[in-house]
């Protein structure tokens, strides 16, 4: 009797923008969320500090992961 297998599912392509694969240098600028943020150096963990702008107008410093910032491309707007 063959050992019961689960079936091997493809996951889908995310239609965004591709995710940061390495660690983004310091003073680079990112896409976090719906904001665009500078990168101000590593935190602990796999996470580094950036600061932007909230939709309130208040610039704020924020520890994410690095995983969750998108680059940006050739032009801001």
């Known amino acids: 009797m063959a050992a019961f297998q689960f079936p091997v599912i493809a996951m889908p392509v995310s239609p965004r923008r591709a995710r940061v694969r390495r660690k ?3 003073g680079a600028l990112v896409r976090y969320q719906d904001r665009i943020a500078e990168v101000l150096g590593e935190a602990r963990g796999q996470r580094v500090m950036i600061r932007s702008i909230h ?7 924020t520890a994410v992961k690095w995983v969750n ?3 940006l491309e ?3 707007f």
Do not use: M, N, W, Y
């Open 24 to 26: 983004p240098p310091r």
């Open 55 to 61: 939709a309130d107008g208040v610039e704020r410093k």
């Open 69 to 71: 910032l998108v680059p």
């Open 74 to 76: 050739g032009q801001l």
